[in-house]
């Protein structure tokens, strides 16, 4: 999944785009969500790794009503299977600092 955020929660990631990922290149468990910054201009200006360290496949990802990011993984090679409980819906919250 694709996200453009939105929302006020997370300020520094307004205008960023969230990209899901199922592997990297053909390593199983490698998922992670990709944040893309971009300038003023609209030209790329940094990547970062997002949520590599759970070791799942990100199906998708969302903005919730909330300014929230939701999250959706799971850990089986051909798909989400409900009756294995691999899925997992998560949502991203902001630490306090």
Known sequence: GLLFYTGDRFPDWQGDLFVGSLMTGRVERTGHLERIKFNRQGLEQRREWLLA????????????????????????????DPTRGDAALLRVEPVDE
Request: glycine letters at 14%; zero cysteines.
């Open 53 to 80: 360290d759970l070791r799942r496949r990100i199906r998708d990802v969302r903005q919730g009503p909330d300014g929230l990011i939701y999250v959706l993984t799971s850990g089986s090679f051909l798909g989400v």
